[in-house]
């Protein structure tokens, strides 16, 4: 079965610090894809990335970046400098690329980041 | 804006109640997806339509159910309401066609009070 973890339940920085937002997921398919969404206190859910299993180079956009590892099945997510604006709960995603079938997101609990000015 | 709209923003009721959430998906996306967000369970897959057709089913009560129109637009029945429905339903949509796992779009959602 899917499972995706975010071990950090809240995280509280001061503007400036750089943080780092932990996923692990457990999946028993090769080929899977991994997202993170944003939720700011708005409410709604903002799309961030989306990577394949076969892709493990980081990425970076921005103040954003993604370290993914197959090996310890994780997803990390870095908020470099990080800024007031990036308070939100932050969500990693799970979705299994089955033939003909559903891509339905398993997601983590999330985590819900704090930046203080 | 993801271009996914949801209707309505709000919604109180009373137990024993039945609501209609509606859903209308991004230009050319083909695929309609429901997701319940709750404190106590988190955000939940309930259905999926692709084109018209059911495609997924999820955790979805009985009580709760789902169609997409030939126009693409969705709605979430949910009937005999009781205080655990109350949560902020998410629809989110994709293109869904030849990519696998394609990104799905997420409406603001409609957070229903059940009284």
């Known amino acids: 079965a899917q499972k995706v973890t975010q071990a950090q339940t809240e995280i509280s920085v001061v503007e400036k610090e750089d943080v780092t937002l932990d996923c692990v997921y457990e999946t028993r398919d090769t080929t899977y894809y991994l997202f993170w969404y944003k939720q700011p206190p708005s409410g709604e859910l903002v799309f961030l990335i989306r990577?394949?299993?076969?892709?493990?180079q980081n990425e970076i956009s921005g103040r954003y970046s993604w370290n993914f590892q197959k090996s310890t099945s994780s997803f990390n997510f870095t908020i470099t400098a990080s800024q007031v604006v990036d308070s939100a709960v932050y969500f990693c995603a799970l979705s299994e690329a089955t033939q003909g079938g559903s891509e339905k997101l398993v997601f983590g609990k999330g985590t819900k980041l704090t930046v203080n000015p | 804006d993801s271009g996914v709209t949801q209707t309505p923003k709000h919604l109180i009721t009373a137990t024993g109640q039945r609501v209609t959430l509606r859903c209308s998906p991004r230009s050319g996306d083909l695929s309609v997806y429901w997701y319940q967000q709750s404190l106590d369970q988190g955000l939940q897959f309930l259905i999926q339509y692709y084109n018209g057709e059911e495609r997924a089913k999820g955790n979805i009560l009985e009580r709760f159910s789902a169609q997409q129109f030939p126009d693409l637009h969705s709605e979430l029945n949910l009937s005999s309401l009781e205080l655990g429905d109350s949560a902020l339903y998410f629809c989110a949509s994709s293109v869904a066609t030849q990519v696998p796992a394609d990104t799905q779009y997420f409406g603001p959602g409609t957070r229903l009070t059940v009284l």
């Open positions: 990577r394949n299993s076969f892709d493990e």
